[in-house]
């Protein structure tokens, strides 16, 4: 089975502080996946990556950056945190080429006080 | 700019009932239409995916319906059972040429199957 691992089920953080969100995929994908869900808007793609160290910004980037070192981690970065980055994140994963499967993460819900 | 619209927001379906939610898309360069299946506590899991060229598709008691001259697609869940209580989402993407195809998703529809 795939497994998307995301390091935290929930974190509170404070405004202003620099937050990392991990993501881990143990089926050797190329792509790597960060959305984030809010009721009533539905998953709103942030960034995406298809190679190690390679990224592309999605619909959402602003306020956030993300670093992808090996191909197994797609790390999620809120360099300055804000209220309205509370939010549910997911990660994905999926294979280059073929039918774009996406395999999600169970979510780090995030509070920003 | 919302480009997959979903409806209804939510939907409760008596048991052994059908289940039909709908989407909308306005990008022509989508080729890909994945529904996608939530439930609490979890990550969204790939329940059923049609390509424009085909109609229809059918996996058990979930059917895709696609018309691509009025550019909707729909799922429609046969049989529907208390266990298919969930947030159902629509979502499109394009292919970028053999790199990662994000997926636009819908708002999300959410089921309530009554006993």
């Known amino acids: 089975d795939v497994k998307v691992t995301q390091s935290s089920r929930y974190l509170v953080k404070r405004t202003g502080e620099k937050v990392f969100l991990e993501c881990v995929q143990d089926?050797?994908?190329?792509?790597m996946f960060w959305y984030r869900q809010d009721p009533g808007l539905g998953l709103r793609l942030i960034y995406f990556s298809y190679d190690v160290k390679m990224k592309e910004k999605g619909d959402i980037p602003e306020g956030y950056s993300v670093s992808r070192e090996k191909k197994e981690r797609f790390s999620l970065i809120l360099e300055s945190a804000s209220t309205n980055q509370t939010s549910m994140y997911l990660c994905a994963s999926s294979f280059r080429g073929g039918e774009n499967i996406q395999y999600f993460g169970a979510g780090t819900r995030l509070s920003v006080l | 700019q919302q480009q997959v619209k979903q409806s209804p927001q939510s939907l409760i379906v008596q048991k052994g009932g059908i289940s039909i939610i709908n989407c909308a898309y306005e990008?022509?360069?989508?080729?890909?239409f994945p529904w996608y299946q939530q439930f609490p506590g979890k990550g969204p899991a790939l329940l059923i995916a049609i390509r424009p060229d085909v109609s229809e598709k059918k996996e058990g008691r979930f059917t895709i319906s696609f018309n691509k001259s009025a550019k909707q697609f729909s799922l429609h869940i046969m049989d529907s059972q208390p266990g298919d209580s969930a947030t159902y989402f629509c979502a499109a993407s394009m292919d970028s040429g053999g790199g990662a195809d994000g997926l636009t998703f819908g708002k999300g529809t959410h089921l309530i199957i009554q006993p």
């Open positions: 089926m050797d994908h190329e792509n």
């Open positions: 990008n022509t360069a989508f080729d890909y």
